[in-house]
């Protein structure tokens, strides 16, 4: 059960492909208010006939939700959803919380974060270890890395869409630690191929 504090905020979510559509939808089923945004738009049908609302931008987004979470394909598009025009900092409030759950390069996390704290925001990292199925069932495993205190404060968010949640350190530590994952998965497919 989550509690008042918790519950009481807006939540934004930008970015509905493979990982991030379900990770919305247990947003969502778990009793947040949600609103939400994608570049395609087709995506969003199903969450607009549910009742939920699609902003326009990400900016649109921003002004109205007190808690952002980005889930997108890479760095470029992570990049364009907050610096780009009408990107989340054009339309970021005072204290506002921005959670990347996108696995980009650690200089990006980087750049984001400062232009986050720039705005008046609050950034933690997040990043996930898992795939499509564990994103439906709210099992995956996430990797946050900033301030301790404001990892605390969004555990509750977080376990909607995952069951186990690891703050790795100071911004920048949870995309390393997801890539050194990654290394370590690729090392064992090459190994189980050529055996």
Request: glycine share 10%; proline share 4%; charged share 20%.
């Amino acid at each position: 059960m989550q509690t008042e504090l918790n519950m009481s905020g807006k939540v934004g979510f930008i970015g509905l492909g493979t990982m991030g559509k379900p990770m919305a939808w247990n947003i969502h089923q778990a009793g947040y208010d949600l609103c939400i945004y994608n570049r395609t738009r087709e995506k969003t049908k199903p969450f607009a006939e549910a009742g939920i609302k699609v902003c326009q931008s990400p900016k649109e987004l921003a002004e109205i939700a007190d808690t952002i979470i980005i889930m997108v394909t890479d760095s470029d598009a992570l990049i364009d959803a907050v610096l780009g025009y009408h990107g989340i900092t054009a339309g970021l409030q005072k204290d506002d919380v921005v959670i990347n759950m996108s696995t980009v390069s650690q200089p990006t996390t980087l750049e984001v974060s400062d232009a986050i704290e720039l705005e008046g925001g609050q950034f933690l990292e997040a990043p996930v270890s898992g795939t499509k199925k564990p994103a439906e069932d709210a099992t995956l495993t996430i990797l946050t890395a900033g301030p301790e205190k404001l990892a605390k404060q969004v555990e509750p968010l977080l376990k909607t869409m995952g069951n186990t949640v690891i703050h790795c350190g100071k911004t920048g530590q949870g995309t390393a630690m997801k890539l050194t994952i990654n290394l370590l998965l690729g090392n064992m497919m090459q190994a189980l191929s050529e055996a």
